[in-house]
């Protein structure tokens, strides 16, 4: 039988990169979800870019609240109209998420495909803008 999808946590009351290291140790990962914890850059160099590594080729998918607040967090230091079209477009993947909870998976996905996606796709494309040396092909 093939394996289902699963959702591990594990606490540790250190965050350092030998305990993120201790804990994917011989796992198949195929889309590890993280925050901005520097500690996890680590684990994605030993584990996604290392050819022997098992999960070579693995995604990191970064979490959307971290990135959030270094948008919020510059708005206060310096505004932009750029931090402001990228919280007010995270503003309503936040209220897609909202509507969809507690749906079927199936159902989930089509929302967020066609709501969420194209929005999320507006805030990339104003962040290549911004800066060209954003790859392109993330």
């Not at 909870?101 to 495909?113: H, I, K, T, V």
């Amino acid at each position: 039988k093939e394996a289902e999808p699963a959702v591990y946590f594990e606490h540790d009351p250190s965050r350092g990169g030998p305990v993120a290291e201790r804990m994917l140790e011989g796992a198949l990962i195929e889309t590890l979800q993280i925050d901005g914890w520097k500690a996890y850059n680590r684990v994605r160099r030993v584990r996604v870019k290392n050819d022997g590594g098992q999960n070579n080729g693995g995604k990191i998918a970064r979490c959307r609240t971290h990135a959030r607040r270094k948008f919020t967090d510059s708005q206060k230091a310096a505004p932009s109209t750029l931090a402001k079209r990228v919280i007010r477009g995270l503003k309503t993947v936040y209220e897609v998420e909202a509507r969809v909870y507690g749906c079927p998976p199936e159902e989930r996905q089509a929302q967020r495909l066609a709501e969420a996606l194209p929005v999320l796709e507006k805030i990339r494309a104003d962040l290549q803008r911004a800066d060209p040396i954003w790859p392109r092909a993330a």
